[in-house]
């Protein structure tokens, strides 16, 4: 094991060996000769780190001029976004506290700029401007890594320019005080049976605000991504409250992990502790807390931390992690997959990986990521399994080039500053409009939103310009901080103002293996050897050879290991699907993947006969098979159905697909609901009373995606009366064809009693058709194998009696009885 591995495998003192930890942890390799030859030059390097710099300040400028003292940016309307006064985004808006979040946001920014007089000047717009005082809900977590974060790093980066720079004299500490303001008015959302803290608070009325009284769930990351910024202020103020309320959370949220697998959940009660969401991964709702498990380790020196982080860190690695791709499973059943796709808040972990001293997975992960923005020119906001898109957004998120960037300082590896390259042009071409930088809602079309998030500033500029900027090219020594998950600078020398380091020696809590993860010999290990493996791994090809004889889709056998490397030849990757022991695939096909020309075809026609199988094998070997190419759609087993008969006689139905609930009842086996379709009004079905609420009783209701969440919809539907309610996708041109299908979440109470199926657009834009030529359909929700099997039951029946159903083709036609 190498030197600086065994280093972090122990508890860190001293500062100086802090930033070796983190920056070259694990990685540098002796044999020279690996090193790339493709290196930037010196000048293209100053002249991307330029265009860096033009970059933030073409953003900042137009913050300043059209939009301050305003929260944020709107890009398009060139103007600010001011809660309460611009249109509400619903929850969106809680990150808004009528607080100048961009400008604090990015004061530590300046300074990295080396722009003090900038600096200067956005330091006095603060302490003149920014009060805290209103009469508004806020989202904790966002408040305190944005505002309080922003607001102790600029204070420390303003007494370290007094004292370096013999600047700003006049500064007597003013944003220290705001920050323990504001820390004071973000602490009565800790008031909970648990500790763990609320997700939102009043800043004026703390919990008291009537809007809060029901608030009762949070994200594992909401409740534990305080401690950094609350550590900093208590050891800064001398106030220890802040400090002790965020170390009183961590322990509560270590409390509720899985003590079989170690992983955590993504949602949770504040009050009793109960999981309300079980999935596990590292991208959204979880993703900083295994951040801060590791930092706070580092800035406190307090070893249970790491301890906790080695044990996530394994249980992620063994469960979660397939190579480079990171798929959420079920914290209870890790096992099974809770989820087919990835969202683009995970590129964090490779630089988390870096920092903890596990290099091979961080290069490997990222490799697929860049592939990802390589196939898509942006990352998309979610991802399939197969790398297509499955939420198109892109918010100029940081978090891939965060991780470029330590990648980089770890390595030494040019490739990164070719990566970070390609990440800049893309924003260039795709993301900037005449005030700033605009959001895109969907990297498809090109489409831009009207936002531009603080962090675009405070984190996705920064760390462009310090993967193109050498040590002395900037004024303070980054080594010698720690970045917070927004980005804001914590000086290791917090650990010395205050004496709560904790040894594990003295708990039974964790033994030592706990402290002793290692990473492998750094010994001839040079990225470029781990990239080079994957570098085909979404798209691509190399020379291979036949392999024979071609196996059958009926014959094939997912146990069998000899079926495993044919499939695999033939271009087939899979996918294990709920308890690997049961032998559930999905199966994707990649032409280009395929062992040569000659395999590919063959994939392709085995893909061809899986498809076939799903009509013509029984409905029991059906429901197990999973299946999924580039062409056609995840085939489930609880995929529903929305049937209606295509004339008036009801000789032939015609269905479409839809998505089921996980908060309504199931349909399961012949058990149908059927009756007259009707229109919500308003179509969105969110307010507290339908206005056609009369017409609703015993019938099929139709409402649109968006406003409220889909339990609410329901409940409103039920209390109409409604037999059952189909909800349709607001997103034009989304298809089930072309999109996975999913089943929609609810909030954890069980009090929806009626059928709830999920259309996208483009199916319903069909069933509307059919509405309007026939004003009084009915419909049939089922699932859809029941709806196949009758039709696979009629065909054979036909085929058998074809003259007895030419005689009997005049006569009508009873409708499908519920036992076929």
């Known amino acids: 094991m190498s030197t600086a591995c065994s280093f972090v495998a122990q508890r860190l003192l001293l500062p100086t060996l802090l930033s070796l930890v983190l920056l070259v942890v694990c990685v540098l390799s002796?044999?020279?000769?690996?090193?790339?030859t493709q290196n930037m030059s010196n000048k293209e390097r100053a002249e991307l780190r330029e265009e860096s710099r033009e970059m933030f300040y073409h953003a900042y400028q137009a913050y300043m001029q059209n939009a301050y003292p305003a929260d944020e940016l709107m890009p398009l309307s060139c103007k600010g976004r001011f809660r309460g006064v611009t249109p509400s985004r619903g929850d969106m808006d809680d990150i808004l506290g009528n607080f100048s979040m961009t400008l604090v946001d990015t004061l530590d920014t300046l300074v990295l700029l080396g722009d003090f007089a900038e600096f200067e000047h956005a330091v006095k717009l603060v302490i003149r401007d920014v009060q805290f005082d209103s009469d508004i809900i806020v989202s904790v977590f966002e408040t305190n890594i944005r505002m309080v974060g922003g607001l102790l790093s600029a204070h420390i980066l303003a007494e370290y320019l007094q004292k370096q720079a013999d600047v700003m004299h006049w500064y007597k500490g003013e944003m220290l005080e705001m920050a323990r303001e504001l820390g004071y008015r973000l602490l009565p959302a800790f008031n909970t049976t648990t500790g763990i803290p609320h997700a939102r608070v009043n800043l004026r009325l703390?919990?008291?605000?009537?809007?809060?009284?029901?608030?009762?769930?949070?994200?594992?990351a909401c409740a534990g991504t305080i401690l950094l910024e609350f550590a900093a202020l208590s050891r800064l103020t001398g106030d220890p409250i802040f400090e002790s309320r965020a170390h009183a959370a961590m322990d509560a949220l270590w409390k509720l992990r899985h003590r079989g697998s170690d992983l955590m959940g993504t949602v949770l009660n504040v009050h009793s502790g109960d999981w309300v969401r079980r999935d596990s991964g590292v991208g959204a709702g979880i993703d900083s807390y295994y951040e801060y498990l590791f930092k706070s380790y580092v800035l406190l020196g307090d070893d249970k931390y790491l301890a906790r982080f080695n044990r996530h860190y394994n249980a992620v690695m063994k469960y979660v992690s397939e190579g480079p791709v990171?798929?959420?499973?079920?914290?209870?059943?890790?096992?099974?997959?809770?989820?087919?796709?990835?969202?683009?808040?995970?590129?964090?972990?490779?630089?988390?990986?870096?920092?903890?001293?596990?290099?091979?997975?961080?290069?490997?992960?990222?490799?697929?990521?860049?592939?990802?923005?390589?196939?898509?020119?942006?990352?998309?906001?979610?991802?399939?399994?197969?790398?297509?898109?499955?939420?198109?957004?892109?918010?100029l998120r940081p978090e891939f080039i965060e991780s470029t960037y330590f990648l980089y300082r770890a390595t030494g590896d040019h490739h990164y500053l070719q990566v970070g390259k390609r990440a800049l042009k893309a924003l260039q071409k795709y993301a900037k409009v005449s005030c700033g930088y605009a959001a895109v809602s969907d990297i498809r079309t090109g489409k831009h939103d009207d936002r531009m998030d603080s962090f675009v500033l405070s984190e996705t500029f920064k760390y462009l310009y310090l993967l193109f900027s050498e040590p002395a090219d900037l004024i303070i020594n980054v080594d010698e901080f720690v970045f917070t998950t927004e980005a804001h600078l914590l000086p290791l020398s917090i650990a010395q103002l205050g004496n709560s380091t904790f040894n594990f020696r003295q708990s039974d809590e964790h033994s030592v293996l706990d402290f002793m993860r290692t990473c492998p010999s750094s010994n001839k290990?040079?990225?470029?050897?781990?990239?080079?493996?994957?570098?085909?791994?979404?798209?691509g090809s190399c020379p291979r050879t036949s392999s024979g004889k071609r196996l059958s889709a009926l014959d094939f056998q997912a146990s069998n290991?000899?079926?495993?490397?044919?499939?695999?030849?033939?271009?087939?990757?899979?996918?294990?699907?709920?308890?690997?022991?049961?032998?559930?695939?999905?199966?994707?096909?990649?032409?280009?993947?395929?062992?040569?020309?000659?395999?590919?075809?063959?994939?392709?026609?085995?893909?061809?006969?899986?498809?076939?199988?799903t009509k013509?094998?029984?409905?029991?070997?059906?429901?197990?098979?999973?299946?999924?190419?580039?062409?056609?759609?995840?085939?489930?087993?609880?995929?529903?159905?929305?049937?209606?008969?295509?004339?008036?006689?009801?000789?032939?139905?015609?269905?479409?697909?839809?998505?089921?609930?996980?908060?309504?009842?199931?349909?399961?086996?012949?058990k149908y609901v059927e009756g007259e379709i009707v229109l919500a009004q308003p179509l969105r079905a969110c307010d507290e009373q339908l206005e056609n609420a009369s017409v609703m009783s015993g019938k099929i209701v139709v409402a649109e995606r968006g406003d409220c969440t889909f339990v609410s919809k329901a409940r409103l539907a039920q209390k109409a009366g409604a037999k059952a309610l189909i909800v349709c996708d607001n997103v034009s041109g989304s298809s089930?064809?072309?999109?996975?299908?999913?089943?929609?979440?609810?909030?954890?109470?069980?009090?929806?009693?009626?059928?709830?199926?999920?259309?996208?657009s483009l199916e319903f834009a069909k069933l509307s058709a059919q509405m309007q030529r026939r004003p009084q359909l009915s419909v049939r929700i089922m699932q859809m194998v029941e709806f196949k099997r009758w039709q696979l039951a009629k065909e054979a029946h036909l085929n058998e009696t074809a003259a007895a159903a030419a005689a009997a083709s005049t006569m009508p036609k009873k409708k499908p009885e519920k036992e076929l």
């Open 326 to 395: 990171l798929l959420d499973v079920l914290m209870h059943r890790p096992h099974a997959k809770s989820r087919n796709f990835m969202d683009s808040l995970l590129a964090f972990w490779p630089g988390l990986q870096v920092l903890s001293g596990d290099l091979k997975p961080a290069v490997q992960t990222h490799e697929m990521l860049y592939q990802v923005m390589q196939m898509h020119t942006l990352i998309p906001e979610a991802w399939t399994v197969d790398f297509q898109i499955h939420w198109g957004q892109h918010h």
């Open 206 to 220: 703390g919990m008291k605000d009537p809007q809060l009284k029901k608030s009762r769930e949070t994200c594992t």
């Open 30 to 36: 002796d044999d020279a000769s690996t090193m790339p």
């Open 616 to 670: 013509m094998q029984s409905m029991n070997q059906l429901a197990q098979l999973q299946v999924r190419n580039s062409q056609e759609s995840w085939a489930k087993i609880l995929l529903m159905a929305v049937a209606w008969a295509a004339d008036d006689k009801q000789e032939d139905w015609l269905a479409l697909m839809a998505g089921p609930s996980h908060f309504s009842p199931e349909l399961l086996g012949d």
């Open 736 to 760: 089930g064809e072309t999109q996975p299908m999913f089943a929609m979440s609810g909030d954890g109470n069980d009090d929806v009693s009626i059928p709830v199926v999920f259309m996208y």
């Open 561 to 613: 290991s000899d079926h495993l490397r044919a499939v695999y030849d033939m271009g087939i990757t899979m996918v294990s699907v709920g308890d690997r022991s049961q032998g559930k695939v999905r199966l994707f096909h990649s032409f280009y993947n395929a062992k040569s020309q000659e395999e590919g075809e063959m994939g392709l026609q085995f893909m061809q006969e899986m498809l076939e199988l």
């Open 525 to 539: 290990l040079f990225p470029e050897k781990v990239r080079k493996p994957l570098r085909n791994f979404i798209t």
